[in-house]
Nanobody, 125 residues
């Protein structure tokens, strides 16, 4: 599978951004069979999982740092998934990556085999 993340940019604190990840299947499985997730890596820090959902979209994880502000969603028919980010804070500044895998059961980097290229989000006044 190939993933293409987009939607990053510069935003003021309190602002919003919506990241998109276009999913291009290269094998047998359609996007509906994949767990999908969003990760981020801030300068000098390790990449962390911030939101993931399973293929059935009935087990959604949010890191405490984004809970109540970010929303993950998916459109399996359009082969795209999203991360809506509201009330952004300077601490959200990072490169954001989308990821997918058919067997991921936790929102950790080691569980995901397919990755997008990353999109920069900068929150600053």
């Amino acid at each position: 599978v190939q993933l293409q993340a987009s939607g990053g940019g510069l935003v003021q604190p309190g602002g919003s951004l919506k990241l998109s990840c276009a999913f291009s299947p290269t094998g047998t499985f359609k996007m509906e069979y994949y767990a999908i997730g969003w990760f981020r890596q801030a300068p000098g820090k390790e990449r962390e999982g911030i939101s993931c959902t399973n293929s059935d979209d009935d087990s959604i994880y949010y890191d405490d740092s984004v809970k109540g502000r970010f929303t993950i969603s998916r459109d399996d028919d359009q082969n795209i998934f999203y991360l809506q980010m509201n009330d952004l804070e300077p601490e959200d500044t990072a490169v954001y990556y989308c990821a997918a895998d058919t067997v991921a059961i936790r929102c950790i980097e080691a569980m995901y085999g397919a990755w997008g290229q990353g999109t920069q989000v900068t929150v600053s006044s």
